[in-house]
Each structure stands twice: as structure tokens, then as C-alpha cells.
């Protein structure tokens, strides 16, 4: 991610795609199916806001009991 990316408050769907290791296709599903973190359109682009990734990432790793259990 370059840094004027880094210190925007919002990533566009490529941007997160990168930053979750996946791709702009698999991002464009996750919202699709209303799995992803909430974004918003602005034209044709959808932008998300960095605290809301943020927060869904966390919801991410809370659910995750596997992944928890392991930690212990």
C-alpha cells in the first residue's frame, strides 16, 4: 500500500483487497453477499472507511472460536 494510501482514512476495494491478501473480485463478493465491512459508493467506486475495516476485521477474529482456541 503506498503511503499516501496508508494515511487516507478511507481504502477503495482494491486497497482493501490488498490489505486483506485477496482480490478486488473476492472483495466485490464479500459486499455482494453483505459479508464485508460496510462501504459506500462514490460514483462508481465504493470506498470503505479505514475504522469500519477496522471494526469488521475485530468481528472477524471474535467469531473465529477455531482461531481462538488455539490462542489459549
Known amino acids: 500500500m503506498s503511503e499516501k494510501i496508508a494515511d487516507s482514512p478511507f481504502l477503495s476495494t482494491k486497497d482493501l483487497a490488498e490489505l ?41 477474529e471474535a467469531g473465529d472460536r477455531l482461531g481462538q482456541r488455539a490462542a489459549a
Do not use: K
Open 20 to 60: 486483506l491478501q485477496t482480490t478486488a473480485n473476492a472483495v466485490h463478493i464479500l459486499r455482494h453477499r453483505g459479508q464485508g465491512p460496510q462501504g459506500f459508493r462514490r460514483g462508481r467506486n465504493v470506498l470503505y472507511r479505514r475504522e469500519a475495516v477496522d471494526a469488521w476485521l475485530r468481528a472477524q
